[in-house]
């Protein structure tokens, strides 16, 4: 395929960007481990002391990352579910030939470029506020008292506004899978008497089998790390109910100014990431072969 | 009990006008070839019979049952594709069996008719594969294998050959034609390859930008072509048109001659009527040799020689016709008949 010239010049030319990649990732992480072995807290400067392996200690039996744990596959698992179901549909209705289709195809993917910093305040103050959001307009004029959302249900508040991002990137890759689905193989269901229904999960859903693996694997390694949603509507409360794995590093490092405590939580979740994504990657990955 | 009769159908697209007005009787049981230049709306007219176009105006009878507005499945006919269209996550078995699966049939039943229409097409040792583990003409077989298990009343096939290599079409031409007359189940097929309507058909539809130009045996449409553009279509090469004094001589305005009726001789002159010109291109392919020949007045005639006869490019020939199969037409050019 390639010569030999071709492939030393290959290996030449990718070596600085290769390097530099390596040392951007291999740095960090090598203080990452060091800091954890530290007793490093920025209120007590100079008594910086090696400690062995006590930062994990105290950061796995805290009661707040079992529950933080939890909160965190509760959401990812959430988002996936609501962004693939929804979207396959939006996929579906969106792919159907309608007045204003390309107007409507762009609002749908709208969403995916509001920043979440962005979106969480609109959610929080302009949507799901309990005195002057829409939702409380819209349940005071039906006669129902409003719900006060990050209060009453915040982690679900939090999936709802995660899933509102991140459905149009479901949306979008599902459409181009269903307009890459092969006419002809519609019409032979046709005539070979499917109907709607029968020609979505024998013909339709099999089709987007491969594009569902992906949107769920990038989806994963996106939510697993959702943080700016959480710092600007609920900041990890009420108590623990929505701090995730990476809010709970984020309040170890920078509000408890244990510096120490935070470098092991996040090799503890670099090996949660890791766990997760073997399993996925298992579950989904024999879809992606051929 | 598989007879299909089109009545003044007529199908636009926006204001492009498709197919103007076709009235067509198809007997059962017979192989209808439809053949056309591309373009010229046979793959319409067949979507119009199977019903996943609707028709704008007019009907459509299968076995005198009015189906203009019957949904393609309860037509009683099977397509097969020409990308096959086959599902690419089931196994042949699936395939094959999924049109019943859909009419509910019991699983012990669907097995039973798989099995027979597999072994019919040689693919009982790849009921378990995809059909990406497939060649093309096991897929092929495959698309016919679906289209014959529901036992329909008629087959339609759009261009099912023209995804195969050379040898394989002229086996799966065989094929098709034979489990055809084994089924006696009327057949359309659309093709624009004139030697499979040619080889196929019990009767051929030529179609022009939507009009039926001729309807007739394979050997009708040969003989007596019905109008300039199915002379000019079936054959190969194609006729030679003559205009001019040469035609009104004939008592026509265009007359036709096909290139194998044609006798080249090497002298000038001789006896009735003949045109000597020079070879300009001469085509040897053992079996026959075509030959192009700049003939004045006549214009540039194919001829065609049975064999090899040592003619190259620069040589003198006198190019004379077999008066008995002269076509001629008038104006409008249509065929002139004695």
């Given at each position: 395929m390639s010569t030999r010239q071709t492939r030393v010049l290959g290996r030449v030319?990718?070596?600085?960007?290769?390097?530099?990649?390596?040392?951007?990732?291999?740095?960090?992480?090598?203080?990452?481990?060091?800091?954890?072995?530290?007793?490093?807290n920025l209120l007590n400067p100079g008594t910086e002391d090696f400690i062995g392996?006590?930062?994990?200690?105290?950061?796995?039996?805290?009661?707040a990352f079992l529950a933080s744990l939890r909160n965190t596959l509760v959401l990812v698992g959430s988002v996936l579910l609501i962004t693939v179901v929804l979207?396959?549909?939006?996929?579906?209705?969106?792919?159907?030939?309608?007045?204003?289709?390309?107007?409507?195809?762009?609002?749908?993917?709208?969403?995916?470029?509001?920043?979440?910093?962005?979106?969480?305040?609109?959610?929080?103050n302009l949507l799901m506020h309990p005195v002057s959001g829409l939702f409380a307009w819209i349940a005071t004029s039906l006669g129902l008292r409003p719900i006060d959302w990050f209060a009453e249900m915040p982690l679900f508040s939090i999936i709802l506004i995660v899933s509102w991002q991140w459905l149009p990137f479901a949306s979008l890759i599902l459409l181009t899978a269903l307009q890459s689905l092969d006419e002809e193989q519609k019409e032979a269901a046709e005539m070979d008497g499917a109907k709607a229904f029968s020609t979505f999960f024998y013909i339709t859903l099999p089709h987007l089998a491969r594009p569902i693996t992906v949107v769920i694997l990038i989806e994963t390694i996106f939510l697993l790390t959702v943080f700016a949603e959480i710092f600007v509507t609920t900041g990890g409360g009420p108590g623990l109910q929505t701090t995730n794995i990476a809010f709970l590093i984020y309040s170890q490092a920078l509000i408890q100014y244990d510096v120490g405590g935070a470098s092991a939580g996040g090799l503890v979740a670099v090996v949660l990431a890791n766990i997760v994504a073997m399993f996925l990657v298992r579950m989904v990955g024999k879809n992606l072969e051929t | 009990m598989g007879s299909i009769t089109l009545d003044g159908v007529r199908k636009t697209f926006g204001s492009v006008n498709v197919i103007p007005n076709v009235n067509l009787e198809i007997d059962d049981g017979s192989f209808v070839v439809f053949v056309g230049p591309s373009g010229c709306g046979k793959s319409t007219l067949l979507r119009l019979i199977a019903g996943l176009e609707d028709i704008s105006d007019g009907r459509i009878l299968i076995d005198g049952r009015d189906v203009t507005n019957v949904p393609p499945a309860k037509r009683g006919l099977s397509m097969v594709f020409q990308s096959y269209a086959l599902y690419p996550h089931m196994s042949v078995r699936g395939n094959i069996g999924f049109g019943l699966k859909m009419a509910g049939l019991p699983k012990a039943e669907i097995d039973r008719k798989v099995e027979g229409a597999a072994s019919i097409l040689n693919l009982t040792p790849y009921l378990d594969r995809k059909p990406r583990e497939l060649s093309g003409g096991q897929r092929q077989r495959v698309a016919i294998g679906r289209a014959i298990v529901r036992e329909p009343e008629g087959f339609l096939f759009d261009e099912p050959l023209s995804n195969l290599d050379a040898a394989l079409r002229v086996n799966m031409r065989l094929e098709i034609a034979k489990l055809q007359k084994d089924l006696a189940t009327t057949a359309v097929y659309v093709t624009h390859d004139q030697v499979e309507a040619m080889t196929m058909a019990d009767k051929i539809v030529v179609l022009n930008a939507g009009?039926?130009?001729?309807?007739?045996?394979?050997?009708?449409?040969?003989?007596?072509?019905?109008?300039?553009?199915?002379?000019?279509?079936?054959?190969?090469?194609?006729?030679?048109?003559?205009?001019?004094?040469?035609?009104?001589?004939?008592?026509?305005?265009?007359?036709?001659?096909?290139?194998?009726?044609?006798?080249?001789?090497?002298?000038?002159?001789?006896?009735?009527?003949?045109?000597?010109?020079?070879?300009?291109v001469a085509e040897h392919l053992g079996?026959?040799?075509?030959?192009?020949?700049?003939?004045?007045?006549?214009?540039?005639?194919?001829?065609?020689?049975?064999?090899?006869?040592?003619?190259?490019?620069?040589?003198?020939?006198?190019?004379?016709?077999?008066?008995?199969?002269?076509?001629?037409?008038d104006q409008t050019g249509k065929a002139i008949r004695p």
């Open positions: 030319l990718t070596a600085p960007s290769v390097g530099l990649l390596f040392v951007w990732m291999i740095v960090p992480l090598a203080m990452t481990i060091y800091f954890s072995t530290l007793r490093y392996l006590e930062n994990y200690v105290y950061f796995l039996t805290d009661p979207g396959t549909g939006v996929a579906l209705l969106i792919d159907q030939p309608i007045f204003g289709r390309n107007i409507v195809r762009l609002l749908v993917i709208a969403p995916f470029f509001v920043m979440p910093t962005v979106s969480a305040l609109v959610w929080k | 009009n039926v130009e001729q309807y007739g045996t394979p050997l009708e449409l040969y003989e007596r072509p019905a109008n300039l553009f199915v002379a000019g279509f079936i054959g190969s090469p194609r006729m030679n048109f003559i205009g001019g004094r040469i035609a009104s001589a004939h008592g026509a305005a265009t007359i036709g001659i096909r290139p194998e009726h044609l006798r080249v001789a090497r002298e000038e002159g001789g006896q009735g009527e003949g045109w000597s010109g020079v070879i300009s079996s026959d040799t075509f030959l192009y020949v700049d003939a004045g007045e006549a214009g540039t005639l194919t001829a065609r020689v049975i064999g090899e006869l040592g003619l190259n490019e620069g040589g003198r020939v006198t190019l004379k016709p077999d008066p008995a199969h002269i076509h001629r037409f």
